[in-house]
């Protein structure tokens, strides 16, 4: 777990919940996302959340695969405190299939990845890591279908809250008409929000940005709302 230096502002019940509200998506039994923004009392039942980013050999969870994934825990309450973080590298077993922009993205090499580990050993520690949780993410459709992909290919049940968090329509809230931002990836919104990033289109600096990103907006979010009464 990294060191965390950040003052987290101490958020209220109320903007806590509506702000995560803003980008939640519903887990149909279908395995599909569909929207579910608003609706609080589907995040009742989670406790913490597992702020996730996945790195992949090309766009398609039925060709390609998952080289890369990390995550961070936060507490689902006041602040969202970060409780651990984890990540894993991932051995392929189709690279034939890759796309070849997709591995230069990812700085995909058999030398940088000799000590990626299998699929199943990489999904025990991911559920091990964070079983129950609410998955959030930046822009989280991808993410979510190779993820979704994965569970059904080594056919395991989904261990995760049958809700996700996408964080970046939550940016798009809570930046809207402020001119701090004028597009809405998660590089250039980490960096006007002035949070330094560790690596990029590395699964968990990624992951960790998309929290730190998520806190920023929560405290944005806190304050206009105190400054609003």
Do not use: C
């Not at 929000?193 to 920023?216: K, N, Q, S």
Request: aromatic content about 4%; glycine content about 10%.
């Amino acid at each position: 777990m990294r060191a965390n230096n950040r003052n987290v502002t101490m958020t209220s019940v109320d903007t806590h919940v509506d702000l995560l509200a803003m980008g939640l998506r519903r887990l149909t039994a279908e395995g599909e996302l569909e929207e579910a923004a608003g609706e609080t009392a589907a995040l009742e039942p989670v406790e913490r959340l597992l702020v996730i980013d996945l790195e992949m050999s090309g766009p398609n969870p039925l060709v390609h695969e998952v080289l890369d994934i990390g995550g961070v825990i936060a507490g689902l309450e006041h602040g969202l405190p970060e409780l651990e973080s984890w990540g894993a590298r991932i051995r392929p077993k189709r690279i034939g299939n890759a796309d070849h922009a997709a591995l230069k993205v990812v700085g995909y090499s058999s030398k940088a990845w000799k000590n990626a580990i299998e699929l199943e050993r990489a999904v025990d520690q991911l559920v091990d890591f964070g079983k129950g949780a609410a998955i959030a993410g930046w822009g989280i459709g991808q993410d979510m279908s190779f993820l979704l992909q994965t569970f059904r290919q080594l056919e395991r049940d989904w261990p995760f809250a049958p809700v996700t968090v996408d964080v970046q329509p939550i940016a798009r809230q809570v930046l809207k008409g402020t001119g701090d931002v004028d597009r809405f990836n998660l590089g250039h919104v980490a960096d006007r929000l002035g949070i330094g990033r560790d690596g990029e289109h590395g699964a968990l600096p990624d992951a960790l940005a998309t929290y730190d990103v998520l806190v920023a907006l929560m405290d944005r979010a806190t304050n206009r709302s105190r400054q609003s009464t």
